[in-house]
């Protein structure tokens, strides 16, 4: 039997398995496990995210798990982008995403000014040389030239946006380090992380298992969804059919309200069915996983009007304003307070609970700063 759902229905159950609403989650690592990972291209929008879904919310917390615990990691992972993820699940994150071998196709390597030869040598080189400690990425491009020989490299390797250096994450054998004297550095999973497999998860395994957590987080969702999310939109189909095919006996059909056939866990349908939307309002920071784990084009989440101001130029995602998990408005930090400009009206209290909310959590995240 076909669940039928609607989509405030869907976007609701979404909010509260995101610790959205709810008691929140017990930390930055559990967030990161519930949510796929914390894109954290802007830092600050992640600290936010991530602040919004904890129960005890504490200045310094993702610094601390970063650098001092190594629960979690800092590399590009998701559509190339940067990520917090939970280290116990990078390797998982790289065999799944192995399957998609970007860096071998001419059109990429003409795009970037590399032959197949130069990105194989580079590919080769950095593991040997962040085996020693983490470099900057000056330290890191003299070191790749020197064990090359190939001087050209540098202007590619200095260029753009790490686009060299994100087959290396996508392989395991890139994340960032510890910064040092303001300075980014990098290094080696398996010499940082701890726990570190010496082979990683068999990428059907991997790719199943980002499937599940997806939809435990992101569903119900289509294979589509998922491919969007985690490679652009890109994934070899074969490889796409056959993660869902296992996950297959564990998975429902629901029936979106818009009449899309939708798939989610079969142990969240009972929670599913339960939910009942209840006008409830909330601000997320730019860049938030909520907004990321669905199409751009999903318009019960995002209306197509004002798609230009939530998804905007050279890949920027706005702080929005939800009512009922649906995009209503978008807001700005500004001088500590949430300027925000409504598309259609919502519950005023609703409203300004949200905007005191999200207003206290950047008088803290400014307060940690100063310190």
């Known amino acids: 039997m076909t669940l039928s759902l609607t989509w405030p229905q869907i976007l609701t159950w979404r909010l509260t398995r995101q610790f959205v609403t709810g008691p929140g989650g017990p930390g930055a690592v559990a967030v990161a496990r519930r949510l796929c990972g914390v894109q954290t291209q802007v830092a600050s929008s992640a600290q936010l995210a991530v602040a919004l879904r904890s129960a005890r919310p504490a200045a310094g917390e993702i610094d601390t798990a970063l650098w001092a615990d190594r629960t979690l990691v800092k590399t ?11 280290s116990d699940e990078l390797p998982a994150y790289c065999s799944a995403l192995s399957t998609l071998r970007f860096w071998e196709k001419g059109s990429w390597q003409r795009g970037h000014g590399v032959t197949a030869a130069q990105i194989g040598a580079v590919i080769e080189a950095v593991p040997h040389v962040l085996g020693e400690g983490a470099l900057t990425r000056e330290e890191l491009v003299d070191a790749v030239v020197e064990v090359t020989g190939e001087a050209h490299l540098r202007e590619a390797l200095t260029s753009g946006w790490g686009a060299l250096l994100k087959p290396l994450s996508r392989l395991g054998e890139l994340c960032y380090g510890p910064p040092r004297d303001g300075k980014v550095t990098f290094t080696a999973p398996r010499r940082w992380l701890p726990g570190w497999p010496a082979e990683p998860p068999p990428q059907e395994e991997a790719g199943v298992a980002l499937a599940r957590a997806f939809l435990g987080a992101h569903g119900p969702a289509t294979p589509e969804m998922f491919d969007a ?139 940690g700063s100063d310190r």
């Open 229 to 367: 999310w985690l490679f652009g939109g890109v994934a070899r189909k074969a490889v796409l059919r056959a993660w869902f095919r296992d996950l297959a006996p564990e998975l429902a059909e629901v029936r979106a309200s818009d009449g899309r056939s939708l798939l989610a866990l079969a142990e969240h349908l009972d929670e599913l069915a339960a939910v009942r939307p209840g006008g409830e309002v909330h601000l997320l920071p730019g860049f938030d996983p909520y907004i990321l784990g669905a199409p751009r084009g999903l318009e019960p989440l995002v209306p197509a009007a004002v798609k230009a101001r939530v998804s905007r130029q050279a890949g920027w995602i706005s702080p929005v304003v939800l009512h009922d998990g649906r995009v209503t408005g978008v807001w700005e930090p500004k001088d500590g307070r949430a300027v925000v400009e409504l598309f259609e009206p919502v519950p005023q209290p609703a409203l300004d609970a949200a905007v005191a909310r999200i207003e206290a959590l950047l008088a803290s995240r400014d307060q």
């Open 76 to 86: 590009w992972v998701m559509r190339g982008t940067l990520h917090l993820v939970p």
